[in-house]
């Protein structure tokens, strides 16, 4: 259970849509310091002009993991990473293009987070702990055709973050998947679902009800909270639960 007050917070896809929500009410909720990361930085600059030295833009481009490397460096002081920068390509199983849609998805979606989390988890120990968030979708758990790469990549993108929960409990690290529905931004316009779009900010405040509830999974938004209440034994007796134990 972890407060956001006074933290150091890293937050990739920071400069629009549900990244910058997260750095403005994570702000609001009286975190000290915000490295607001994208694959420009001259784009933090509205968040800077706002808040000030609370935050330190950073170069972070998921499809450059020397760029990652590099951030871990500069943002030695970090306590809570927030990864939600991610690509959504519209492509079913049988379009032509959804063998490159996909892949462009998984290097972004999948690879990129596990290159995040091996190039901050050590950081994260060094700091106590702290915590490690991967937003995910519930294209996560439900494949939905005009977006079938997209969901792929994102069950793919789940899978990983209970491996990191399960690798990072030993060191005190708190791992949070987060599962919006349809959240009111750019990319959810681009993919046609923004009459039944909700606001950024639930995604944010359901990231700090998890840090202080200790929760592994998020349901921001009605669709969410939806597919939550139906999954939520599945999580807590399958996902969460040790079956190595026997």
């Known amino acids: 259970m972890q407060s956001v007050k006074d933290r150091v917070v890293l937050v990739t896809g920071a400069n ?13 909720a009286g975190a000290g310091k915000i490295y607001a990361a994208a694959r420009n930085p001259e784009s933090i600059k509205p968040l800077s002009d706002a808040y000030g030295d609370r935050i330190a833009p950073l170069h972070i481009d998921m499809n450059e993991p020397g760029s990652i490397a590099v951030a871990a460096k500069q943002a030695a002081d970090v306590g809570i990473v927030i990864n939600n920068a991610g690509m959504l390509n519209i492509a079913n199983p049988l379009a032509s293009n959804a ?9 972004v979606n999948v690879y990129g987070l596990m290159r995040m989390a ?3 988890a ?3 120990k060094a700091n106590g702990g702290g915590a490690f968030v991967q937003l995910n979708s519930v294209a996560s758990m439900k494949n939905f055709a005009d977006f079938a790469t997209y969901s ?21 690290t708190q791992v949070i998947s987060v599962h919006p529905g349809p959240i009111a931004t750019d990319m959810a316009n681009s993919a046609g679902l923004g009459e039944i779009a ?43 639960a040790n079956l190595m134990e026997g």
Do not use: C, W
């Open 118 to 120: 091996q190039a901050f």
């Open 198 to 240: 909700e606001p950024a900010e639930l995604v944010a405040q359901a990231i700090i009800d998890a840090l202080e509830s200790g929760e592994f999974h998020a349901f921001p938004d009605t669709m969410a909270k939806q597919i939550g209440a139906v999954y939520r034994d599945f999580a807590s007796n399958i996902v969460e």
């Open 122 to 124: 050590p950081i994260l």
């Open 99 to 107: 063998v490159a849609a996909m892949q462009d998805e998984m290097e």
């Open 16 to 28: 629009r849509g549900i990244g910058k929500s997260i750095v403005e009410e994570f702000l609001r």
């Open 152 to 172: 792929a990549s994102k069950a793919a993108s789940y899978s990983i973050t209970q491996g990191l929960r399960d690798v990072l409990q030993e060191q005190g």
